[in-house]
């Protein structure tokens, strides 16, 4: 997925027809990282820049597509909501950062009730 551009924005498409046409909140994770060797170019598209995208499709793919290569380009970078998050295994901290945006995505944990006696600071005696 990440080694390809083609599969990158394939993804992406996928992932942002299911956004607009569920309307529910939702995650992308980018799984099994602990297989990537080079972990810079996965950085390359955990925040995509049009320009660069554009350039790599471009030269992946003939001439005749380079104005669908800029089209498809745009949209990623003009909606902006298509973006994932690195999951590797091995690492509990990597567990525990997709959980806490899953928990922020859904709103876990919002509609507790505050405690009174955690905001009201022990009389020392």
Do not use: W
Not at 22 to 32: A, M, R, T, W
Not at 98 to 105: A, E, H, K, T, Y
């Amino acid at each position: 997925f990440v080694s390809d551009v083609t599969k990158y924005i394939s993804g992406c498409m996928a992932s942002l027809s299911a956004m607009i046409q569920l309307e529910l909140p939702h995650i992308n994770i980018l799984s099994k990282m602990d297989l990537v060797s080079n972990k810079k170019d996965v950085e390359d598209y955990l925040n995509p820049e049009a320009q660069v995208l554009l350039s790599q499709l471009n030269r992946q793919m003939a001439p005749r597509f380079h104005k669908l290569n800029k089209a498809l380009a745009e949209l990623v970078d003009d909606y902006n909501m298509v973006n994932f998050i690195p999951l590797d295994l091995r690492k509990e901290s990597s567990i525990q950062y997709v959980l806490s945006n899953i928990d922020n995505c859904i709103q876990y944990g919002e509609d507790a009730d505050v405690k009174v006696r955690d905001f009201i600071p022990e009389e020392d005696d």
